[in-house]
């Protein structure tokens, strides 16, 4: 009991000291340079994996204003959109045997009830999809 007595207290100052050395040493090191040396395909392999990850999806939601079996009417119902709505991104995809108009990019589905109510006396036959959308930066 006597050796606890003595070699706690010993241990304590021990600590104490050498975490205040420690924080000296590390406050007493920022003037210098770090120099990376690396294969320079690794680099590669990190611009690549950011490349593919830019380009990633997420599930929410989209409006689609039309659908129908005609890709001419699909496409020209996508470019008068655009006209009116540059800010807002237009998809046309293939459900066979359907094309439809999807717009917007939105996380939440109260964002894109926003925008449908905003475009329905436009197109009132358009409604909330679930889709995949692109991931903004």
């Not at 001419?72 to 119902?77: G, K, P, Q, S, V």
């Not at 008068?80 to 540059?86: C, E, L």
């Amino acid at each position: 009991m006597k050796i606890f007595r003595f070699t706690l207290p010993v241990f304590f100052v021990f600590f104490i000291t050498s975490n205040v050395v420690s924080q000296t040493a590390v406050t007493n090191s920022n003037e210098g340079t770090i120099e990376i040396i690396q294969d320079f395909k690794i680099k590669e392999l990190v611009d690549k994996y950011t490349e593919l990850n830019s380009k990633s999806t997420i599930k929410g939601y989209r409006v689609k204003i039309h659908f129908g079996n005609d890709k001419a009417r699909a496409y020209e119902i996508k470019e008068k959109f655009h006209d009116k709505f540059q800010d807002i991104p237009a998809y046309v995809r293939y459900d066979q045997p359907y094309f439809s108009v999807r717009v917007g990019n939105y996380r939440t589905k109260l964002e894109a009830y926003k925008f449908l109510k905003q475009i329905q006396s436009e197109y009132p036959t358009a409604f909330l999809v679930q889709d995949q959308i692109e991931l903004s930066h």
